[in-house]
């Protein structure tokens, strides 16, 4: 069928950039449905969540065009060689990966080069030409800790941009940093040092 003035119009307007979200165990997880409604806004959204992370999310909440994976879904439908690998295909897809948050251990396994979820598979075969952004969060003696800087180095090194955490009242009680950034602030950090590819 030939394409309508219209459609053909549309194809000149550029294309939504491709954001995998990403969510890992941390209280600040309550926040994740907030940031995909709003990065859905301006882009295609993926979604991946680790099974810590699942205790602070009500899946049926998200949007229903936010295509959301875990980590049963890693290989339930890889039969054979030749089958797509899920954590493969969701780096291709991606053209950003944004984890919001990013706990203390999930910090620590992608500092350590460990992959043993979904989501730090994904980091570890990650086309680091493609910019990745974390948001911490955790408790302020979780992030003042030394370990917490050694780690923040590493994948500093490796080329991760960080949304540094806020300090306020936590849910635990404690006062101090630690609190992951708003979304909104996670949101426009992102948007505004986005750059289309060439192609």
């Not at 219209?6 to 939504?16: E, G, H, R, V, Y």
């Not at 290989?75 to 919001?100: C, F, N, P, Q, Y």
């Not at 500093?156 to 949304?163: A, N, P, Q, R, V």
Request: proline share 5%; hydrophobic share 45%.
């Amino acid at each position: 069928m030939m394409a309508s003035a219209k459609s053909t119009s549309d194809n000149l307007q550029p294309a939504k950039p491709r954001i995998l979200l990403a969510v890992s165990g941390s209280v600040a997880a309550i926040k994740f449905e907030i940031l995909c409604r709003k990065f859905l806004e301006w882009a295609e959204i993926r979604a991946v969540a680790t099974q810590s992370s699942l205790h602070f999310i009500d899946r049926r909440s998200l949007p229903s065009d936010v295509l959301f994976y875990t980590d049963d879904d890693e290989w339930s439908t890889w039969k054979k060689i030749g089958d797509d690998v899920l954590h493969i295909e969701l780096r291709k897809w991606a053209d950003i990966m944004v984890i919001a948050p990013l706990s203390a251990n999930t910090l620590a396994k992608i500092a350590g080069g460990l992959c043993d979820n979904l989501l730090t598979c994904i980091v570890r075969a990650w086309d680091y030409r493609k910019p990745i952004y974390v948001a911490p969060a955790m408790n302020t003696f979780m992030w003042n800790n030394a370990f917490t800087k050694r780690h923040l180095d590493v994948i500093k090194e490796l080329g991760f941009h960080l949304i540094p955490p806020i300090a306020k009242t936590l849910a635990c009680g404690d006062h101090g940093n630690g609190a992951m950034a708003e979304p909104h602030v996670i949101y426009n950090t992102i948007r505004l040092s986005f750059k289309p590819s060439a192609s």
